[in-house]
């Protein structure tokens, strides 16, 4: 061989020994894909949710991807998995961990469909080896759905509550307010007597904007894109809900938002609030339910809205939803215009659905009008809220 071919010769094999480094780093790198990358992959190409998959980001981020994230996905064991869900159980959120676990049997099936997930998993599925019924605590039902509907008595006790706050801060002397506890932001209590009012979701009403509410005609627009259901959904105001609009309004009606989450500045537009916002509220007055180990961060830490004296368990936003809608059987609604002012998925085939479009808009004020006058009797006052500092937009 000559010097010249020997050189080349010798070139090649380097060449060679180069891409061979190239693909076996490839390789590995290809063998070592962490769940995060699976998990991006999966939200970008397998998964389509209502919410633009935000809360599966959140949910995940919070719960999955600080334990296993990190972890190659060829790795990943059924204790892992069952090491997740027992952070989440521990925490006493029993539906909270259904969930998680059901979204992580979606990732992992869609994931052993397809390249390169498919070769990581070539041991098996991780999440077929888990049984969430066998680490939640015996008899519980994390799909059960929740039934608690508050009584008269106790939407009573939450007007008297919430107005004793607001009394005692107010009466609290000039320089000691920092030690006296800051009522309920008043923007909060209204969104509350309003789910009451309306029947609407609690995360409806905090992505509201003021264009979308007439309060001359006391009609309130709720867009598809805000509503579960994604169908134009709109709400006939009763002398009640509008009178909680109308005090909202002089807190927030210079803002774009109902309920804004900040004040713009310079060019920052203003967002509407978190929609976890209030119901994180309420839950922090009533810890007694929470299994926590101690105050959260820049969060209440108390039960002062514990109804009842907690015989009838927590009570969230929601079910005052279903306190109203119930308050609407018990005047003789009918079910099915219940479910339309409550803007459900309505029974019956496409066909009717296509051919069947009566709005029933005198129907669905009349029952609206009727829950807020059952309200209006119930608390025995025409004003729910109390308004003495109502230009006091952030005062709890």
Known sequence: MSPTDAKRAAKIEAQAKVEAVIAMTARKEAEDLPVRAMFEAWLLDGVKRADENAELRRSFEKDVLPLIGAKPVRTVEEGDLRAVLRAVIGRGTYRMASRIYADMVQLFAWAEERRPWRALLAEGNPTKLVELTKLLPHGCDPDAERDRVLSPDELRELRARLADMEAKYAAAPAGTKYSVDRPLKK?????????????CRIGELLKSRWEHVNLTTGEWFVPAANTKTGVDWKVFLSPFALRQFKALHTLTGDTAYCFPARTATGSEPVQHVCTKSVSKQIGDRQTQFKKRSGPLKHRKH?????????????????????????????????????????NHVLAGGRVRRAYLHHDYAAEKREAWSKLGDRIDVVLGSSNVILLANANNRRSG
């Open 187 to 199: 923007e909060t209590q209204l969104a509350l007597w309003i789910c009451l009012g309306t029947l």
């Open 302 to 342: 108390d039960n002062s809205l514990v109804l009842s004296g907690g015989k009838m368990g927590e009570w969230t936003p929601h079910d005052l939803r279903r306190t109203g809608a119930t308050m609407m059987q018990q005047l003789g609604v009918s079910l099915d215009l219940i479910d339309r002012c409550q």
